[in-house]
């Protein structure tokens, strides 16, 4: 197929037909991600591209986006499109943003695997798109809220990244997602909501295995789980106040992970029950050391959020400490972080316990103590961790990932 994007030189503006232009277009197939750049030298004519690497339709391949300018004999890279629009605004076939379309696998590029570069040094080969349209170091994503900790931990939010591109990536690695989830007492009721939300929307085309830790193990609503993933129940006793299944969840999953959550997941997410998803909760959250930022603190100065303020308890946080208050509705990351965590939680609880003390949030005060100093690798945005109590939406919150559903307390907390 032949292409024919730019016009003439005589008609762009701020060029003279007797310079000698280099163009460097980056064609990207909108259906495979394949690209190719190539200079091409316009001289009062029209510049032609011949895809070649990749066999997807027609139309799909003659999209392009990207391209720069430079005059004959200059060897600096070539612009981008801010510095170079301004010249040939009117450019038909010109995108900066790169829609996905859907692409059937026999439209798929046979070109060699694309080498990437994951977490830990791990090498991952992808067939998958892996391009994605050109980032602008002077253009944020989200100018609107704050997208990296002083630490240089991501905060996750809707619009810093690429949906499919986070996918492709984390696919071919074969990872298995581990979910703990505890339904004990009347929490058993919300079973079924959850998991029915999150085989929508929880880590879609990822293997996850469900650890439902309960009480009442017949409560456990069958679900149909989609290929690749699994639920295993495990039953733990019915403690006498809600308090206290807040106090020994950490000991369980420490537990759960030296028996067996080791052997059988790359990662775990440790979720509330009392919980929905409405929108994807993929594979952009994994990391090492996972928190969610609690969405009724993120707006308050750190001497208002709720950590434990007596010195003699291990949560204890000092007014002029900590980064974020963090919810402990959502946790997770590395097997191997996340038992560190649990293990020293579950260690510091139980020396408060010997000490007749118990934090103001129990576990979630442990949880934000021990985060102020092992910093989280990766946050989480208010979107993967939000309140239904919390009505209309901010105009921050472009998504609403995971809510916690509203829910009489008085009532299901038995012993409160
Ligand atoms: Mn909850």
Redesign the pocket.
């Known amino acids: 197929m032949q292409l024919t994007c730019l016009p003439s030189t005589s008609s762009l503006p701020g060029f003279q037909s007797s310079v000698a232009v280099f163009v460097f277009p980056v064609f990207v197939c909108v259906c495979c991600g394949t690209s190719t750049s190539s200079s091409c030298r316009i001289r009062g004519g029209v510049i032609t591209w011949l895809p070649s690497s990749c066999s997807c339709p027609a139309e799909a391949a003659t999209k392009f986006f990207g391209y720069g300018s430079r005059s004959s004999g200059d060897q600096s890279a070539p612009t981008g499109p801010t510095a170079a629009t301004p010249h040939y605004p009117a450019l038909p076939c010109f995108t900066s943003y790169l829609p996905v379309k859907p692409c059937t696998p026999s439209s798929r590029s046979s070109s060699s695997p694309a080498v990437i570069r994951h977490f830990g040094n791990i090498l991952a080969l992808s067939e998958e798109r892996l391009q994605h349209g050109q980032s602008w170091l002077l253009t944020p994503l989200r100018p609107d809220v704050l997208t990296v900790t002083p630490w240089l931990a991501p905060i996750v939010w809707e619009g810093t990244f690429d949906p499919v591109l986070i996918d492709n990536i984390y696919k071919p690695l074969n990872l298995t997602i581990a979910t703990t989830v505890f339904a004990v007492g009347k929490y058993t009721r919300f079973l079924r909501d959850f998991l029915e939300t999150a085989e929508q929307h929880y880590m879609v085309g990822f293997k996850v295995h469900y650890y439902v830790f309960t009480d009442q193990p017949e409560q456990v609503p069958a679900v149909t789980l989609a290929p690749g993933r699994k639920l295993s129940i495990t039953w733990v006793p019915k403690f006498n106040r809600w308090q206290e299944i807040s106090l020994r969840r950490m000991e369980i999953i420490q537990t759960a992970i030296e028996e067996r959550i080791r052997k059988e997941a790359d990662y775990i997410y440790c979720l509330?029950v009392?919980?929905k998803f409405h929108n994807r909760w993929g594979p952009e959250v994994l990391d090492t050391l996972v928190a969610a930022i609690h969405p009724w603190f993120y707006q308050l100065d750190r001497k208002q959020f709720s950590y434990e303020r007596r010195p003699a308890s291990k949560a204890y946080v000092p007014v002029d400490q900590g980064d974020f208050y963090y919810m402990a509705?959502v946790f997770g990351g590395r097997i191997e972080d996340v038992h560190k965590l649990t293990k020293t939680c579950r260690e510091h609880l139980e020396e408060d316990k010997n000490n007749n003390l118990e934090a103001v949030w129990q576990e979630e005060s442990h949880l934000n103590q021990y985060l102020v100093y092992q910093k989280p690798t990766k946050l989480l945005s208010p979107e993967y961790l939000w309140d239904d109590l919390k009505g209309r939406k901010p105009n921050e919150i472009k998504l609403i990932r995971f809510s916690?559903i509203i829910k009489n307390k008085a009532e299901v907390r038995e012993n409160a």
Do not use: I, P
């Open positions: 509330d009392d919980m509705a916690a």
